[in-house]
């Protein structure tokens, strides 16, 4: 398993980082590093969003059991992420992964969610959260997650998590090597099968 060996570890935190970091070298990089500069990374992209739509930006600052504490765009920030978060635990759970094995996050029941977010985040959640701060609605969360729903939808993010992972998981594999996941066939007796989602009650009499 990947996340048990400190060398497939982090080549996998590596590869994460490398698609924060299109076009950069990150191979020779520690984990010290890469989180230093996946750091100066996400304060440019606040400071960038916050520019760009006009919103006033002093840091990051939330409390996660009281929602309302947090200024309108912190609100919009926490609501982004947390859709996020569900999406890619779906995905991660339907791809039959565990969500708790993290390559970069650890110690949480969702760090490998944490992890596989993160990709996203900057090109998703940020963005989304600046520009319906932007516009003040009185109902953040609710403005917030529609719009992550469209975004989720335009940019193909179902199609691209469960693509990424598997890349990250499997990177020797070809891409097309997956082409049969959702054919499920039902077991014949002996070493024959059938295929699945075909109903079989007529071929046999039954007392009912």
């Keep these: 398993m990947a996340v048990t060996n400190q ?5 996998v935190a590596r590869a994460m980082y490398a698609q924060r970091f299109p076009g950069e070298d990150v191979s020779a990089l520690t984990m010290q590093q890469l989180r230093g500069r996946e750091g100066a990374r996400v304060r440019k992209v606040y400071r960038d969003a916050a ?50 094995l993290g390559f970069i996050h650890t110690g949480h029941d969702r760090s490998f969610v944490f992890d596989v977010a ?6 998703i959640a940020i ?25 989720v939808h335009d940019g193909r993010i179902l199609t691209r998590c469960a693509r990424d992972i ?35 009650g007529d071929e046999v009499d039954v007392p009912w």
């Design 7 to 11: 060398s497939s570890r982090l080549r």
């Design 51 to 100: 520019a760009e739509h006009g919103v006033e930006w002093r840091r990051r600052d939330y409390r996660p059991d009281d929602f309302s504490a947090g200024d309108p765009i912190n609100q919009a920030l926490s609501a982004a992420t947390t859709c996020l978060y569900g999406i890619t635990h779906a995905v991660i759970v339907a791809l039959g992964c565990s969500p708790g």
């Design 118 to 123: 993160d990709l996203y985040k900057a090109e």
């Design 127 to 151: 963005p989304v959260a600046f520009a319906v701060a932007a516009r003040e609605p009185e109902d953040v969360s609710g403005e917030t997650r529609r719009a992550i729903r469209d975004a």
């Design 166 to 200: 598997r890349s990250l998981l499997l990177p020797d594999e070809p891409e097309d090597a997956g082409d049969d996941w959702d054919v499920v066939e039902l077991w014949d007796g002996a070493s024959r099968r059938v295929a699945g989602g075909v109903s079989y």
